[in-house]
Nanobody
Framework: QVQLVESGGGLVQAGGSLRLSCAAS????????MGWFRQAPGKERESVSA?????VYADSVKGRFTISRDNSKNAVYLQMDNLKPEDTAVYYCALDLPPYGGSWYKLDAYDYWGQGTQVTVSS
């Protein structure tokens, strides 16, 4: 059984920073991909970043967000700098265990999801 719990969201002014954390309960996973997605009001959930053998980012966050992981803690982090109002959304982490059956930016590629953490950026 796997449970993902996000934390670190909050209210921040434009140009500020937040660091999101996501911890997976249960076993330590030696091989996995973790991704971050976000969903703004009235919009579909979209990919933000993912980390496995390498890291990938959506064009909208390149140069501003940094993803990292701590395998010993089954944790993934998203450092968000120079936040913009358009970054406002609920942010979700997701876990993809092998065998990998899809692309990093596809929701249905992931096996487990967290409940989300709210990020609000004011102008």
């Amino acid at each position: 059984q796997v449970q993902l719990v996000e934390s670190g969201g909050g209210l921040v002014q434009a140009g500020g920073s937040l660091r999101l954390s996501c911890a997976a309960s249960g076993r330590t996973f030696r091989t996995y991909v973790m991704g971050w997605f976000r969903q703004a009001p009235g919009k579909e959930r979209e990919s933000v970043s993912a980390i496995g053998m390498s890291t990938v980012y959506a064009d909208s966050v390149k140069g501003r967000f940094t993803i990292s992981r701590d395998n010993s803690k089954n944790a993934v982090y998203l450092q968000m700098d120079n936040l913009k109002p358009e970054d406002t959304a609920v942010y979700y982490c997701a876990l993809d265990l092998p065998p990998y059956g899809g692309s990093w930016y596809k929701l249905d590629a992931y096996d487990y999801w967290g409940q989300g953490t709210q990020v609000t950026v004011s102008s």
